[in-house]
């Protein structure tokens, strides 16, 4: 099952791997007396350190009324802290010549990165425990306005004046109804982002962003010898509070099919969405359903994209994909349509290419493609020490979602172990009427119309 581009990748990490045996990360993890876990991860063929930390907080944990709060949090976390300065996290950084300087938020967590040359990676820790530590004492309403208007106006790039991003802001919610915490999309509406408080964001703070409810990881070439001394020097003095309650929101079902039809403000194209609900992350089937993902879309030759982009010259683009969750994951098939061809069109080239599995059954070489893509993509992301899925960003997801960091090779198991028939029943079981269907079409009006159901 390997590729050559896996085996190239493969000797970028560190990794032992001999024959087709499963990789594995050299991984130290332990935890200090406020509740902070650390996870080393040693690696001295490159002067480079990755600085990950992860915050068990996310879209999942907001409260009505305050969707957003987690993303506008995020921001806030790079406005200075008691020791560093106002606006200065960066230019420290930029000017010790670190890459990969971020920090996200998704629906179950906000993370913060850099990678450093190695001689400054006690610059990184400083920064990352001032804020972590000390961020409250600089404060301000003056900084909270202004990171207000920040994302607000990311808002309106992002979802507002996107294409199709109203549209997938609209399927968040049909998806997510109220109260679910996800039905508030990750960024959040105009209205909870503006209505923010310097007291929500000190409650904020204290609830989620102590030691406790944090992890950080160190990834590349530092001195195994006197790391965890360093960790307790930046890390162990901060003040411990209790990890917040676990928040398990069961995920939520479609229990019939819905269709929707939505005016496009700025997309000059029509569009079709199907999705269907999934189990959460890492649950049973979530491996087979995105291999499946695989099969249907992503070549020339797999079966969606041969029909909709070729036989029936419907797309002008087509994608399926699978998204996981710790409140539900997602199966969505997305076709953006040729000038004069409609949704009802695609909706109707999917539903035969769905049927016609019956047929025309999963074969050995579709697993095989679909799992090499997959495993060879995972691999290839362990070339990078950082950023965006690179080692350190790996070993903090599976820290939170599965309770371990040491889960690599338990993870590509998973994919090996599909097969034909594993996947022919996700199919059957999940991929079913009971989904989510959404006609976009180019609107002539200026604001989007709220979308209707048939």
């Not at 109203?166 to 503006?194: C, F, R, V, W």
């Not at 995105?290 to 070729?310: A, C, E, M, P």
């Not at 939170?400 to 029943?425: C, M, Q």
């Amino acid at each position: 099952m390997w590729t050559s581009a896996a085996f190239t990748a493969l000797a970028c990490a560190t990794i032992t791997n001999p024959s087709n045996a499963l990789p594995e990360l050299s991984i130290d993890k332990y935890k200090l007396e406020n509740g902070l876990t650390v996870i080393l991860h040693h690696d001295a063929r490159l002067p480079l350190v990755a600085v990950n930390v992860w915050y068990d907080v996310g879209a999942r944990h907001e409260k009505e009324g305050l969707s957003g709060f987690a993303h506008l949090f995020e921001h806030m976390m790079f406005q200075g802290s008691l020791h560093v300065g106002e606006d200065k996290h960066f230019s420290y950084l930029q000017a010790a010549g670190a890459t990969g300087i971020n920090g996200t938020t998704s629906f179950d967590r906000t993370n913060y990165f850099q990678t450093v040359p190695k001689n400054y990676l006690e610059l990184a820790l400083w920064l990352e425990s001032d804020r972590m530590g000390f961020l409250l004492d600089t404060l301000t309403n003056k900084s909270l306005q202004n990171q207000i208007e920040v994302v607000q106006n990311e808002r309106r790039q992002s979802l507002e004046n996107r294409p199709y991003g109203l549209m997938n802001e609209m399927i968040t919610q049909s998806l997510y109804p109220k109260p679910h915490p996800y039905y508030g999309n990750i960024i959040g509406s105009m209205t909870d982002i503006a209505a923010a408080t310097l007291d929500d964001v000190r409650e904020f703070f204290r609830t989620y962003y102590t030691p406790a409810n944090a992890s950080l990881v160190i990834a590349g070439d530092f001195d195994p010898k006197t790391i965890k001394a360093t960790v307790a020097q930046y890390f162990g003095s901060l003040k411990g509070r209790a990890k917040p309650p676990t928040v398990n929101i069961p995920p939520p079902k479609i229990q019939s099919e819905m269709l929707k039809r939505f005016d496009e403000p700025v997309g000059k194209l029509s569009k079709l969405s199907v999705t269907w609900m999934g189990p959460s992350s890492y649950q049973q089937d979530t491996a087979d359903l995105d291999v499946l993902s695989h099969i249907i879309s992503g070549t020339k030759s797999s079966r969606l994209d041969r029909k909709v982009s070729f036989e029936d010259q419907l797309a002008q683009s087509v994608t399926a994909y699978f998204s996981e969750t710790m409140s539900g994951s997602q199966f969505r098939i997305e076709i953006v349509l040729r000038p004069g061809r409609t949704p009802e069109e695609a909706h109707q080239a999917v539903d035969e290419v769905l049927a016609k599995f019956k047929s025309k059954p999963i074969t050995e070489a579709e697993v095989m493609r679909a799992q090499n893509y997959v495993e060879s993509t995972m691999i290839k992301g362990l070339e990078k020490l950082g950023g965006f899925s690179g080692r350190a960003d790996l070993l903090q997801r599976y820290n939170l979602f599965l309770g371990s960091p040491d889960k690599l090779a338990w993870d590509l198991s998973r994919y090996r172990k599909t097969t034909p028939s594993s996947v022919t029943k996700a199919l059957e079981k999940y991929l079913t009427k009971n989904r989510l269907i959404v006609y976009a079409t180019p609107s002539k009006k200026t604001v989007p119309a709220k979308e209707t159901k048939q």
